[in-house]
């Protein structure tokens, strides 16, 4: 993929591309999804949820509008979901989805795949998506946001990088730093159904999306310490096709 002119690669961590703003590394993370599918329009993309992906999904359906690229042979995987709440409910993975991608462009509702949370069994439910996403061969591109405290999906500290499609406890850092999206809820749910590290991992590429200097701690620990089960995102290191799109808020601890 041919990288914007803005992008900074440092010598000593491949594939780290810094931008001036969260707008410009997120216009980077567009290109890079919109170069995918225009090169693969059956690809399947690894999607993630969160306030960092609003600006990538809302260049993807500018390009849509435009009719510079179809989404209807993509196939997507959403990496988690909270427990408990219906895929109408404002506050669910489902509805995000919907509102910021998925309803406003032509993705085919049969190949948008979605953790269900609302279920009586929940154990249950993750062996389904885990079984969709084992039949769907390998996700091309995996896209990703940053917790604060390095999670990944919904893989908080202490995840396994061997560890597969599961119910987690949200950690309180994430409770914490996901209470200010909340649309009607008045808290955040405390569990959710997640994918996997092991599975992030299996993905042919890896684009991870970081900005705002709140994620510049989580992003030193994730480039420049060992890989180790207290920072999820370190795992990402041992994988051979990862790229680190940052803004110069996120990036400014490494140095
Ligand atoms: C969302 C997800 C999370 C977020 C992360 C960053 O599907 O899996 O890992 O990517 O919590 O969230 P934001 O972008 O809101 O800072």
Redesign the pocket.
């Known amino acids: 993929m041919a990288l914007s002119s803005q992008t900074t690669a440092l010598a000593q961590i491949p594939r780290v591309h810094i931008f001036p703003t969260a707008g410009e590394a997120a216009d980077a993370v567009a290109e890079h999804l919109l170069a995918t599918v225009k090169r693969n329009p059956k690809s399947v993309l690894g999607l993630?949820?969160?306030?960092?992906?609003r600006h990538v999904y809302a260049k993807l359906v500018h390009a849509f509008r435009e009719g510079k690229i179809s989404f209807c042979d993509v196939e997507t995987f959403?990496?988690?979901e909270y427990c408990g709440l219906t895929a109408s409910h404002p506050d669910s993975?489902a509805a995000f989805m919907q509102r910021e991608l998925f309803g406003l462009a032509d993705f085919d509702p049969r190949k948008t795949n979605l953790i269900n949370g609302d279920v009586q069994d929940v154990v249950a439910e993750a062996r389904r998506y885990a079984t969709r996403l084992k039949e769907s061969g390998a996700v091309d591109v995996q896209l990703?946001?940053?917790?604060t405290n390095g999670?990944?999906?919904?893989n908080e500290p202490g995840s396994a990088s061997d560890s597969h499609v599961r119910v987690v406890d949200l950690a309180d850092e994430?409770l914490s730093?996901?209470q200010p999206?909340l649309i009607e809820l008045t808290s955040v749910p405390e569990r959710a159904i997640?994918i996997g590290i092991a599975d992030i991992l299996h993905a042919r590429e890896i684009v991870m999306l970081a900005t705002g200097s709140a994620?510049a701690g989580a992003v030193r620990r994730s480039l420049r310490e060992a890989p180790s089960t207290d920072c999820p995102a370190s795992f990402l290191g041992t994988h051979q096709a990862v790229h680190w799109y940052l803004d110069n808020a996120a990036a400014a601890e490494i140095g």
């Open positions: 993630a949820t969160g306030q960092t992906p959403n990496l988690d993975f990703l946001g940053l917790g999670h990944i999906g919904f994430t730093a996901n999206s997640t994620k």
